[in-house]
């Protein structure tokens, strides 16, 4: 993956879109993303913990839907990490635990017809053998290759603290249609600008058929909220990317913020993976 370098048309397509998309071979991603592989597979294998998110629509009967998912969580011994009772629109739970008690609470909701906004897995824990992430780092190069190389010190920084994460979805998994935040972060005091996302798939058995593609709606300025607009959002012209091993899809929130979704996962022999990075950096790029 170091010989990968961003083509005109590429960077052109990121800053008049807010959104790109392309592929690497398959066989150079799966050589850096070995080791996270593994930590994947230990995270399926209920040898490591993760968490499933799940989010509530609100609307007549979101006391009953809340009733229900607390009751089944409390019932099975999960712990409830972060929640947002309340919400104006919508009841969020992140649930910590095995893949296999989080995958049956999943279940448990589809199976009660619950009206969600979303319901999926992360897992963010290091690879086994612990030391620098070459997928992380990878993530670090293509990032360079359309902003502009970091200073030393704030590559490294970033690299000892990755705030990236996997993402998994089984069948029924998905996110309706949103934007994402924009807002400045603070890290060890220094204020940090949002500037892209950036995602690649681990997904080697995608077929069609299988659900889980990447869905965008290109060229939204970031000034532009999604709920405060009168347009018919369903009619715009949506770019969908099948989340294939060697993908990788790149947000800019320079200018943009592009609505968008993950379409249901409808295969149950296949699990979405994906490895993401929000980048957030220092004001001078």
Not at 3 to 16: G, K, P, W
Not at 57 to 73: C, K, Q, S, T
């Amino acid at each position: 993956m170091a010989d990968f370098v961003a083509t005109e048309t590429q960077r052109r397509t990121l800053f008049s879109d807010g959104m790109v998309a392309f592929d690497v071979p398959p066989a150079a991603l799966r050589a850096v993303a070995a080791r996270r592989e593994a930590a994947i597979a230990e995270f399926l294998a209920d040898r490591s913990p993760g968490a499933l998110c799940l989010e509530l629509l609100g609307g007549d009967g979101n006391e009953a839907a809340n009733a229900f998912v607390r009751g089944w969580i409390a019932d099975h011994g999960l712990e409830v990490r972060n929640d947002r009772p309340g919400a104006p629109a919508r009841d969020f739970y992140e649930v910590v635990g095995r893949f296999s008690a989080l995958r049956a609470l999943k279940n448990a909701t589809l199976a009660r017809r619950l009206r969600l906004f979303q319901v999926w897995y992360h897992h963010e824990g290091a690879a086994p053998d612990g030391g620098p992430d070459p997928l992380a780092a990878t993530l670090v190069d293509v990032f360079e290759q359309f902003y502009g190389a970091l200073e030393p010190t704030e590559r490294a920084a970033l690299l000892a603290e990755p705030a990236a994460r996997v993402q998994l979805y089984d069948a029924g998994c998905f996110i309706d249609l949103h934007q994402d935040g924009v807002e400045t972060v603070r890290r060890k005091g220094v204020e940090l600008q949002k500037r892209a996302v950036v995602m690649c798939y681990l997904s080697g058995d995608w077929r069609d058929g299988a659900g889980g593609e990447f869905e965008c709606v290109p060229g939204v300025d970031r000034e532009v909220v999604l709920g405060d607009t009168d347009e018919d959002w369903s009619a715009r012209e949506r770019l969908a990317v099948p989340p294939r091993l060697g993908t990788f899809v790149l947000l800019d929130f320079t200018r943009f913020n592009d609505p968008h979704l993950v379409r249901p996962v409808t295969d149950d022999r296949f699990v979405r993976t994906m490895f993401g990075w929000s980048f957030a950096t220092a004001d001078k790029m």
